[in-house]
């Protein structure tokens, strides 16, 4: 399934992007007065292959959960079973991403990809409410500084599960989706993809997630150096690296990209977890690019490494570090904004108003 | 009218700042993980009086508009009758203002307070649509290289009209009010205002506004420069100040931040004009700082000065130069998301998640 994903995916298209820059020039604004959006909705009609790209509406939060088997060396303050709690919550509608997905209008899917602890009883279902999808690939990771994470198999079946749900949330209507992440001491296993594939050190990659103190932040990033050291993973290998340094989510977050990628639909990536799997995606198909929108710049250091590592500027810059989607949800307004525009500003020549 | 909103505006209440801290510091995310939200949501509460603070919706644009006797120094490439031109636009719906407008639900009220040229016949005003306020106060504004722009009388009159439509706006239900501005040649007295009330170099103030070439962009710093060597504007007399080297949009909107903060509503600024508008507001009234949120880092230098001088930090820094209130449109998302968090977000107690 992953290779007739990245077989499906395409280069942008040349004309629709033309198309879009004239069209920008005829509008009822100065040549540029829109900055970042109007190259935003000349790379979305690209990904389209039409100008103007559809309008990115309605909108998809997928919050992939997981747990890791690096809990066990302490790279965090928070208990495990707190990943378990935080889905009852995002169940419940009492989340922040779920307070941001309301005010956006967008739905809320979370996929158990890899909880270790039990879920609590799920709330009744509400439509058009948040929704648990039962994808359990693994009860969390291994120790990524004992041993790999992940089988190549459990890392293939959880990019699987992300492809699978991109697939299935545009096929009930999505034209945006957007990267949500749940799991206590998941921003180890990410900076360790982000200094596996970016190059870069580790110290470098890994920051202070939710707020380590100086002993916990030292001893992170020795576990994120311990691991690369151990496993020497190859970024030409984006599956080894996933399996040996990754998480059940970041490797779902990197099938959802690919999915939706292949299907030309733009993917709305919110933090450091979601950029170290944009990582793995790009490693996977560089054409995925095209569909990614970065919608901030978390707070967490790696998450600046890896954009620069795939040549996007972030659309926000308000030093979020929750996850969860926040983020992306935030930015959602300006992509949609972005696009928008092709589809409803007046021209010079109908508004009659003069050109300089 | 201009003394009486100043004594009614108050600091801001530090009981609900404190409130709303300590109530972040419960809801179910890593403490400090909201960034910039955390800090915007606290002053909102701040500016209230209340934790949390209202929402802030319905929101209000008001776009003012007006003329520039400097346009006949050749400071822009566009004819003075695009002022006008625009304002149709404006009403029937095809500005990019509008576009966004539709799409965060937002009121469109043009107020023209100093257009020069003749408005075209507008379109019959349809409910919940776009609306004029006829409030000119003079056709344009003089030529700021030969004389004082206003009379003080005028600069008095243009405040007085911001402050009631500020008035009007809230009366009638707006809990927040975006800046928005149109004016050909408006980008002149606003590096005028951002040299005088900030104290920057004429050049460090300046932009290209829409994008003019060099010859035009060193014409207008020596304009700005040569305005303030005739004038000297005292930045401790703001009516002065807006009298010699502003223009009438800009003293309207410097009228309408006032305003608001006299209400204790937040007023969301747009780019460069409203910032150079915000400069003016901040002289009448320290405390009207509080009230003000900066929707974004326009593309033009003088806007950095301002908020700079202001302690302001914008939102979004999306390289926007259009004016219109589109900036302050993009950004309204990220303030109400903000306060949205302190209404809707589980605590740890309610949710039954484990803290650190």
Redesign the interface.
Known sequence: MIESTIAAIRPPDEPAMVAAGELHGR???????????EELSVRLAGLAGACPPPLPEPAAVAIFAGDHGVHAQGV????Q??TA??I??FL?G???V???A???GASVTVVDVGVATAL?PAPPEVVGGPRLLAANVRRGTRDLTVTAALTRDEARAAVEVGIRVAGELVDAGARILLTGDMGIGNTTPAAALIAAFARVDPAAATGRG??VDDPTYARKIDVVRAALARHAPDPADPLGVLAAVGGLEHAALAGLILGAAARRVPVLLDGVIAVSAALAAAAFAPDAVGAMVAGHRS?EPGATAALRHLGLDP????????GEG?GA??A???V??AV??L????TFD?????E?
């Open positions: 509008l009822t604004k100065p040549a540029g007065s829109l900055g970042a959006l965090t303050p928070w208990p079973e707190v709690q935080m009852g919550n419940a009492g989340a922040v779920n307070a941001f309301r005010q956006a609590p939710t707020g707070a659309l926000l810059d308000l030093g979020l570090r929750l926040t949800l935030l959602l307004p300006v949609t904004g928008r525009v589809h409803e500003v007046a109908s508004a009659g108003v003069a300089k």
